[in-house]
T-cell receptor, first 110, second 113 residues
């Protein structure tokens, strides 16, 4: 599976838009990009998944450029409750394997 | 809807003791996963069951670890004997199918003294 690189940590303020970029230079043709969120003392929670271009749901948007070597998770107007660790995971279609890296620790300040 | 249920939420034991962690997957889910999370190694897959059958146990650290799934609504992860290096948070997750979204439980924080 493709190796990923994400910022170790990010700081933001309530109401701001937060963009977390993940690099995955050697992503395979059949890899999807999946993002999970983990709050303190909880298990990871699926946020969004995409293959290319843009995907949006009620929680976030995911932007994947044409070369698919990176992806950007966009959280609109964050609140204090968005403080969490965010993981970017390339995931092969039809595979159960989730390879979690170190993630990005997002701190939202008042 | 009830999510994945794990028990106990916290476990403190002494080295050498047997530890049993329990998981009840979401009803209707056919796939069950056990993960371990530590600061040093992050989140690692230990074992994966599909329709109650172990499919991939390559992540199980050693023979001291064993997992069972006697039926579709219950699984256990047992450590015998436990060691301090087993201290971690153990998560159970389930999904409807092998490659579908995995839903994680709240985890069991294990401390082995």
């Amino acid at each position: 599976l493709a190796k990923t690189t994400q910022p170790i940590s990010m700081d933001s303020y309530e109401g701001q838009e937060v963009n977390i970029t993940c690099s995955h230079n050697n992503i395979a043709t059949n890899d999807y990009i999946t993002w999970y969120q983990q709050f303190p003392s909880q298990g990871p929670r699926f946020i969004i998944q995409g293959y290319k271009t843009k995907v949006t749901n009620e929680v976030a948007s995911l932007f994947i450029p044409a070369d698919r070597k990176s992806s950007t998770l966009s959280l609109p107007r964050v609140s204090l409750s968005d403080t969490a660790v965010y993981y970017c995971l390339p995931r092969k279609d039809s595979s159960y394997k989730l390879i979690f890296g170190s993630g990005t620790r997002l701190l939202v300040r008042p | 809807d009830a999510g994945v249920i794990q028990s106990p939420r916290h476990e403190v034991t002494e080295m050498g003791q047997e530890v049993t962690l329990r998981c009840k997957p979401i009803s209707g889910h056919n796939s069950l996963f056990w993960y371990r999370q530590t600061m040093m190694r992050g989140l690692e897959l230990l074992i994966y069951f599909n329709n109650n059958v172990p499919i991939d146990d390559s992540g199980m650290p050693e023979d001291r670890f064993s997992a069972k799934m006697p039926n579709a609504s219950f699984s256990t992860l047992k450590i015998q004997p436990s060691e301090p290096r087993d201290s971690a948070v153990y998560f159970c997750a389930s999904s409807t199918g092998e490659s579908d979204t995995q839903y994680f439980g709240p985890g069991t924080r294990l401390t082995v003294l």
